[in-house]
Every structure is written in structure tokens, then in C-alpha cells.
């Protein structure tokens, strides 16, 4: 993929924004092999999710890189005016540790909806990352880090 890899190329599913996890990336299969390229994202075995969570008023895409035989689980959030693709170093450094990675853009970052920097309440980044973490549902019985 070239530098012009814009929120665009999600058409495929920013049009319905389907629920975490969906199966609906299988429809944009070439967009998200086209990311991980971008991003050099190395799956090392894990399967790759997607799919949006709604907390109140927020609507934010959660992604998920989980191993067959993960050690642990991990949430991964980027930084201010950033977006999820950003941390591919952590994402790919933990994979390679076992450790299956799941992150999300905060609102109005990447894929997820709402202006950037605009949130109601600071709370609402704790209401966001519970929404995640019930969907994500990782492993009872493994950490979570």
C-alpha cells in the first residue's frame, strides 16, 4: 500500500460498522492484508479481528491479533491524534512473546467516529476501554495486561 492508505479504503466497512468482532472482514480481507503491509504488522499465527463497540455516544473500532496458544492477553491504546496501526512495534514485539494484542481508536482517531480531541467527559475513556474489554472478552483464566 502506498502513503495514500486513507480511512477511505474501510468503505467496505465504515458503511455499516458492524459489532467486534465481525465477519465482515472477510469482505475487506484485501484492505486488512493491506494495512498489516502498511503498519508491518506480522500476525505471527494470530487471526485478525475487527469490528466496532458503542459506549453512550462513542462508536470506536476495536481490532484483535489473537494466538492459538496466547500466554496472555494485552490492550494496547495510542497516544493523542494517533490511531491503533501506530503501535504495530508493540503489537509485533508481544505476539512474538505469546501474548495475544487487542486495541482500539480512541474517538475521532482512525477508523473510529467523532471529532478529534472532543470528549465529553475524561470518564468516558474509562466507560470506552470497559465497553472494550467486555468485548474483547480475553481469557478468564490468562492475564490481562
Not at 503498519?39 to 470506536?60: K, R
Request: aromatic fraction near 12%.
Amino acid at each position: 500500500m502506498t502513503a495514500n492508505f486513507s480511512r477511505s479504503d474501510f468503505d467496505c466497512l465504515l458503511q455499516t460498522q458492524p459489532a467486534y468482532p465481525s465477519p465482515q472482514m472477510v469482505d475487506c480481507a484485501k484492505t486488512f492484508a493491506a494495512y498489516r503491509e502498511f503498519y508491518q504488522i506480522d500476525l505471527q499465527g494470530a487471526t485478525h479481528s475487527g469490528g466496532w463497540v458503542t459506549s453512550d455516544e462513542y462508536s470506536v473500532f476495536v481490532q484483535g491479533f489473537k494466538l492459538p496458544n496466547q500466554l496472555a492477553s494485552a490492550l494496547v491504546i495510542h497516544g493523542y491524534q494517533e490511531q491503533a496501526g501506530i503501535m504495530s512495534l508493540i503489537i509485533n514485539h508481544l505476539l512474538a512473546k505469546g501474548i495475544s494484542v487487542y486495541t482500539y481508536d480512541l474517538p475521532g482517531h482512525g477508523l473510529s467516529g467523532g471529532e478529534p480531541g472532543k470528549i465529553t467527559e475524561f470518564e468516558d475513556y474509562g466507560k470506552i476501554t470497559r465497553a472494550v474489554l467486555t468485548s474483547i472478552s480475553p481469557a478468564d483464566d490468562l492475564p490481562l495486561i
